[in-house]
C-alpha cells in the first residue's frame, strides 16, 4: 500500500520490500511505519505515515541526483511486537542495500526498530540526532534504545526538548541512571545561544568517534501552534524554519545513513502537519545529494532547483 491513490513520495518510482532486486543500486528508500504503536492523548489516524508522502509539486536536485524509491508501507500486526520486528527488518535490508533508509512512521515508537535496524549494519559507531519536544528525560523509545546499548548515551544528542504540561493519563517517567549521558539542547539554549550554534556543537559531538549518523524528527519538535496534526499540544517549540535549516544542515554536513519522521496526528490538521513532514524529508535529500557533489556548506545557497544564492 502507497500513499492515497497509489501515489509515492514526490512521485518517485516504486520498489518492493520482500523483492531486494528492485531497490538494488538506491540511493534512498523511502518506507511508512504505520502501525507499531498507540497515540498518545491525541489520537493518530491509520492514514497519518501515508499522509506525510503526499506528492508535492516541487522538484529538487536531490531526486535528480539521487535515486530515490518508494516502498510503501510495512505490513502491520495485531501485536506491537511483531509490527517492530517487520520495520526493524525492513529497515536493516535497506541499509544493507547500501541505501538510505527513510522512515515516515505514525508514532515515535517506530524510533527503536528504525535506530536498530540501522545500528544492525553500521554498529556501535551510530550517533543519534533526535528532534523532540519530550521534557526533563528522554522518551520511551529513547530509553529504551539507551538502555539496551544499541546507542552510546553520549552519542545521542537531543535537540528542540520544552517541558510538558502534565497530561493525567500519562505519568512522567522518570528519567533513569542510563540516560544521564545524552545531551540535550531545549528551547531555551536554542533561543538564546541560536539554532546554528547548538547545531555545530551538536555535529562535533555526534562526529567524535562515530562516523555514521541517524537523523530524527518528532514532528512535534514545532508545537501545535504551527503544525495542528501532531501527537503533542504544548505550545513554545522552535519554528518549522529552524526544524528545516538545522535538517538541510545536518543532512549536507553529516553522513546520514537513516532517517525518519514521525508523529503525526492527522483528523487536527493533515494538510499543514504532512506538508512539513514532506518537506523535512524533502530538505534532508537536498541536503545529501548536495554532500555527495561535495558542496560546500552555505546557508545562503538554495538547493532548490531554479532558485538563486544570496552569496
Not at 526538548?161 to 528519567?175: Q, S
Not at 483528523?267 to 518537506?279: I, M
Request: proline share 7%; aromatic share 4%.
Amino acid at each position: 500500500m502507497l500513499g492515497p491513490g497509489g501515489a509515492t513520495f514526490l512521485g518517485v518510482e516504486r520498489c518492493t520490500l520482500g523483492e531486494p532486486d528492485t531497490y538494488k543500486g538506491a540511493d534512498v528508500v523511502i518506507v511508512a511505519a504505520p502501525g507499531a504503536g498507540g497515540a498518545n492523548h491525541r489520537p493518530r489516524a491509520r492514514s497519518g505515515a501515508s499522509s506525510a508522502r503526499r506528492p508535492l509539486p516541487l522538484r529538487v536536485d536531490a531526486l535528480r541526483e539521487l535515486r530515490v524509491l518508494d516502498a510503501g508501507e510495512v505490513e502491520a500486526f495485531s501485536e506491537t511486537a511483531e509490527s517492530m520486528a517487520a520495520i526493524e527488518e525492513a529497515v536493516t535490508a535497506i541499509a544493507e542495500a547500501g541505501a538510505v533508509p527513510v522512515v515516515l512512521g505514525e508514532h515515535e515508537a517506530v524510533t527503536v526498530p528504525d535506530v536498530t535496524g540501522v545500528a544492525r549494519h553500521y554498529g556501535t559507531g551510530l550517533a543519534v540526532i533526535y528532534f523532540e519536544s519530550a521534557g526533563r528525560g528522554p522518551g520511551p523509545a529513547a530509553r529504551r534504545l539507551l538502555e539496551s546499548g544499541t546507542v552510546r548515551d553520549d552519542r545521542f544528542l537531543r535537540v528542540g526538548r520544552r517541558e510538558r504540561l502534565p497530561v493525567p493519563e500519562m505519568p512522567e517517567v522518570p528519567e533513569r541512571a542510563t540516560c544521564e549521558g545524552t545531551r540535550s539542547y531545549d528551547t531555551v539554549q536554542i533561543g538564546t545561544r541560536g539554532v546554528d550554534s547548538c547545531v555545530t556543537e551538536a555535529m562535533t559531538i555526534a562526529l567524535d568517534d562515530c562516523d555514521a549518523v541517524f537523523l530524527s524528527v518528532d514532528i512535534d519538535v514545532v508545537g501545535p501552534e504551527r503544525a495542528a496534526g501532531i501527537g503533542a499540544s504544548e505550545p513554545g517549540a522552535i519554528t518549522p524554519r529552524q526544524l528545516l535549516e538545522a535538517v538541510r544542515r545536518l543532512a549536507c554536513e553529516l553522513p546520514i545513513v537513516g532517517m525518519e519522521v514521525v508523529e503525526s496526528s492527522p483528523p487536527y490538521q493533515a494538510d499543514t502537519t504532512g506538508f512539513l513532514g514532506s518537506r523535512v524529508v524533502l530538505e534532508a535529500l537536498s541536503g545529501i545529494a548536495s554532500r555527495r557533489r561535495g558542496d560546500a556548506w552555505s546557508p545562503a545557497r538554495s538547493l532548490l532547483v531554479g532558485c538563486g544564492s544570496l552569496a
